[in-house]
């Protein structure tokens, strides 16, 4: 069960161009800054990132956007980012605008074995568009298909050399759903910490889940 | 006192002890400041709080500490914190008692639209699709008007938020109610007369002649 930690540099070699890439984080709050670094440093290109945002062109997914490594995003909210809204309407990044609690659910359900979700999100306007719909119980949802990706990419707070994970207050967000919904998991934790340090019952993302632990650079 | 604060002080007089809140970015943010003496309420971040208050004294600041805004705030003894699934289940499980939102239009029917001008600036909807389909009021705090165009319209010309249609509309002229016949002029602010009202919505109003005046609360 035991990891090894690999450094950002090793972590960002692994994500292919043209991967599809889940990144946590919301507004930058929560994004695994290093492997981002390491992710523009070598030049990727042709990525489709899902993440809640775009968050600021300095900060966050934002850099990847700004590096030009971005050809695709499935986000909630591109409000923060004029770069990506400047993309978007030039056509050189493809946006689809996803609402958040919905995409939350579809990456849980990517993870969780289920083929999507039955929302009431969205019925009757544009998120709708070439949807199915079912009736339950004399109410109308939409039909939204799982999420899944090549890889997430994960900030926790601490981790243990079995890969266990915790968070910290509101940079937990997309972090715990994206641990299960990608073939390729890398958290890159504050702290890495000796096994038996992190509670069982402090774990919020179980250590088999995780592919890659980022360590620091000595 | 600005439209802002008008509009923020008389959301807040809909603030229940006991509710459970969530409170758009912008505008909206801004009725924390004004919750009535004696009630209690708990504010939900979606990013994944319930129970913070004010940003920190400088220097205080905790980098994974933020509210939906991206700004700095302090959790409160007695806060909860859990990821985005959770924040979600909240808002659409209907466990959220109010939801105060921004608008760019709201029609007749009473939807509302304020995530997309298709063409020009398209920030998407983020959390507000979520929030009107499950919370259990939503209210609209928006100024009445932008650059002399009514955001009271008779139809919307851009894509709505949601099918549903809103409960309240607050804005710094007026409150106002849409209802099967339409929407009703509740309150007026002060100073502020039923004809000029009239005359800043695009949407057929009913407006009684006697409608009264707007409470803002005490300080």
Same mark, same amino acid.
Not at chain 1, 26 to 47: E, M, N, Q, Y
Not at chain 1, 145 to 162: M, N, S, T, V
């Given at each position: 069960?035991?990891?090894?930690?690999?450094?950002?540099?090793?972590?960002?070699?692994?994500?292919?161009?043209?991967?599809?890439?889940?990144?946590?984080?919301?507004?930058?709050?929560?994004?695994?800054?290093?492997?981002?670094?390491?992710?523009?440093?070598?030049?990727?290109?042709?990525?489709?990132?899902?993440?809640?945002?775009?968050?600021?062109?300095?900060?966050?997914?934002?850099?990847?956007?700004?590096?030009?490594?971005?050809?695709?995003?499935?986000?909630?909210?591109?409000?923060?980012?004029?770069?990506?809204?400047?993309?978007?309407?030039?056509?050189?990044?493809?946006?689809?605008?996803?609402?958040?609690?919905?995409?939350?659910?579809?990456?849980?359900?990517?993870?969780?074995?289920?083929?999507?979700?039955?929302?009431?999100?969205?019925?009757?306007?544009?998120?709708?568009?070439?949807?199915?719909?079912? %009736?339950? +119980?004399?109410?109308?949802? *939409?039909?939204?298909?799982?999420?899944? $990706?090549? =890889?997430?990419? !994960?900030? #926790?707070? %601490?981790? +243990?050399?079995?890969?266990? *994970?915790?968070?910290?207050?509101?940079? $937990?967000? =997309?972090?715990? !759903?994206? #641990?299960?919904?990608? +073939?390729?998991?890398?958290?890159?934790?504050?702290?890495?910490?000796?096994?038996?340090?992190?509670?069982?019952?402090?774990?919020?993302?179980?250590?088999?889940?995780?592919?890659?632990?980022?360590?620091?650079?000595? | 006192?600005?439209?802002?604060?008008?509009?923020?002080?008389?959301?807040?007089?809909?603030?229940?002890?006991?509710?459970?809140?969530?409170?758009?970015?912008?505008?909206?943010?801004?009725?924390?400041?004004?919750?009535?003496?004696?009630?209690?309420?708990?504010?939900?971040?979606?990013?994944?709080?319930?129970?913070?208050?004010?940003?920190?004294?400088?220097?205080?600041?905790?980098?994974?500490?933020?509210?939906?805004?991206?700004?700095?705030?302090?959790?409160?003894?007695?806060?909860?914190?859990?990821?985005?699934?959770?924040?979600?289940?909240?808002?659409?499980?209907?466990?959220?008692?109010?939801?105060?939102?921004?608008?760019?239009?709201?029609?007749?029917?009473?939807?509302?639209?304020?995530?997309?001008?298709?063409?020009?600036?398209?920030?998407?909807?983020?959390?507000?699709?979520?929030?009107?389909?499950?919370?259990?009021?939503?209210?609209?705090?928006?100024?009445?008007?932008?650059?002399?165009?009514?955001?009271?319209?008779?139809?919307?010309?851009?894509?709505?938020?949601?099918?549903?249609?809103?409960?309240?509309?607050?804005?710094?002229?007026?409150?106002?109610?849409?209802?099967?016949?339409?929407?009703?002029?509740?309150?007026?602010?002060?100073?502020?007369?039923?004809?000029?009202?009239?005359?800043?919505?695009?949407?057929?109003?009913?407006?009684?002649?006697?409608?009264?005046?707007?409470?803002?609360?005490?300080?």
């Amino acid at each position: 069960m035991r990891k090894s930690a690999i450094t950002a540099e090793a972590a960002a070699a692994l994500v292919f161009d043209g991967a599809s890439v889940m990144v946590g984080g919301f507004l930058g709050v929560g994004s695994p800054d290093r492997l981002i670094d390491a992710l523009v440093s070598r030049k990727a290109r042709g990525l489709t990132i899902i993440g809640n945002d775009t968050a600021y062109p300095t900060v966050g997914v934002g850099r990847l956007i700004e590096a030009g490594c971005v050809a695709r995003v499935r986000a909630s909210h591109i409000g923060t980012n004029p770069t990506t809204q400047r993309l978007m309407n030039g056509g050189a990044i493809e946006v689809e605008l996803i609402p958040q609690g919905t995409l939350a659910e579809r990456i849980r359900a990517g993870g969780a074995g289920l083929g999507g979700v039955l929302t009431p999100t969205g019925v009757g306007t544009i998120v709708a568009q070439g949807k199915q719909t079912v %009736e339950i +119980d004399g109410a109308i949802y *939409l039909i939204e298909k799982r999420l899944r $990706a090549d =890889f997430a990419l !994960l900030r #926790a707070h %601490e981790a +243990d050399y079995c890969g266990n *994970l915790t968070y910290r207050l509101t940079a $937990a967000n =997309f972090n715990p !759903l994206m #641990a299960f919904a990608a +073939d390729c998991v890398i958290a890159e934790p504050d702290e890495i910490v000796p096994s038996g340090v992190i509670p069982p019952d402090s774990v919020r993302t179980p250590g088999v889940l995780v592919t890659h632990l980022v360590g620091r650079a000595r | 006192m600005d439209a802002k604060e008008i509009i923020a002080r008389r959301v807040a007089l809909e603030l229940r002890d006991g509710m459970l809140v969530n409170l758009g970015i912008g505008l909206p943010t801004l009725v924390a400041r004004f919750v009535p003496k004696g009630i209690s309420v708990a504010f939900q971040s979606e990013n994944g709080l319930i129970g913070f208050s004010a940003p920190p004294p400088e220097g205080m600041e905790n980098r994974d500490l933020t509210d939906a805004g991206g700004g700095f705030i302090e959790s409160l003894p007695g806060a909860a914190s859990f990821d985005s699934a959770t924040s979600f289940a909240l808002i659409r499980g209907g466990h959220v008692d109010m939801a105060v939102l921004g608008a760019l239009q709201v029609e007749a029917s009473g939807r509302l639209a304020n995530w997309t001008v298709p063409g020009k600036f398209t920030p998407g909807m983020g959390g507000a699709t979520d929030l009107v389909a499950g919370a259990k009021r939503v209210i609209v705090a928006m100024q009445h008007a932008a650059k002399g165009e009514p955001k009271i319209v008779e139809a919307l010309t851009l894509p709505p938020t949601s099918a549903r249609r809103v409960s309240l509309i607050v804005t710094e002229l007026a409150v106002i109610e849409p209802s099967d016949e339409g929407l009703v002029l509740r309150e007026r602010a002060p100073g502020v007369g039923v004809a000029q009202i009239v005359a800043c919505t695009g949407a057929r109003l009913i407006a009684p002649k006697d409608a009264p005046e707007m409470p803002l609360g005490c300080d």
